[in-house]
C-alpha cells in the first residue's frame, strides 16, 4: 500500500468516499454542456399555426449524402435538415430509405419555394422542384398536408448554424 494511503478501515472509507464523489462529480460536469446545448429546430408559420420540428442537421456531403438512409422510423416531431452552401435546384433520392417522406424546400429568405409529398421508399428517382432552395427539410410522408404547409409559407430556425455548410 502505498505511503499516503490512509491506515485505518475509517480512513480508508472516508479516502474511498471521497474519490467517488470527485469522480462522479467530473463526469456530471463534463456531461452538462452536452445536455444543455439546444436542440437544433426548424418551425413553419401556416395557415394552421406554427410547427415546429426537432431536426439533426446536414451540412456537409457525406451528412447529407447519408441523409435518413436505413431508418426504419422517424418521430412525427423529428426531422433532418439538408443545408446547401448557396441556392441551387436540389434533387433527392430515396435508396436506402425505407419510410416515405415529405420534402420541404425552403429558400435562403426562409420561405417554402415547394413541396414534394409522400415519397416512395427506396425509389432511385430523383425528387425535386423546379425553384432554387438552399435548405431542405425531410419530415414524415403526410405531415406537410396534414398541417397544411404551402409554398409561400415562413420558416425559422433555432440553433442552427448554416456556417458549418461544406460543399
Given amino acids: 500500500m502505498p505511503n499516503w494511503w490512509p491506515k485505518t478501515f475509517a480512513h480508508r472509507v472516508v479516502a474511498q468516499r471521497t474519490y467517488t464523489i470527485a469522480l462522479t462529480l467530473g463526469i456530471v460536469i463534463s456531461i452538462i454542456p452536452a445536455a444543455c446545448r439546444a436542440q437544433s429546430k426548424v418551425t413553419i408559420q401556416s395557415l394552421k399555426g406554427e410547427v415546429g420540428f426537432q431536426v439533426e442537421v446536414a451540412a456537409t456531403p457525406e451528412k447529407r449524402e447519408l ?77 406537410a398536408r396534414r398541417y397544411g404547409f404551402k409554398t409561400g409559407d415562413v420558416v425559422r430556425f433555432d440553433n442552427v448554424t448554416p456556417e458549418k455548410v461544406s460543399e
Fill in 67 to 143: 441523409g435518413l438512409m436505413y431508418r426504419r422510423d422517424l418521430p412525427t416531431t423529428h426531422g433532418m435538415l439538408f443545408i446547401f452552401p448557396a441556392e441551387r435546384v436540389n434533387s433527392f433520392w430515396m435508396k436506402n430509405t425505407p419510410i416515405p417522406l415529405d420534402m420541404i424546400f425552403i429558400s435562403r429568405e426562409r420561405r417554402i419555394v415547394g413541396i414534394v409529398h409522400q415519397t416512395v421508399p427506396f425509389s432511385l428517382d430523383g425528387r425535386s422542384v423546379s425553384v432554387p432552395s438552399q435548405y431542405v427539410l425531410e419530415i414524415n410522408g403526410g405531415l
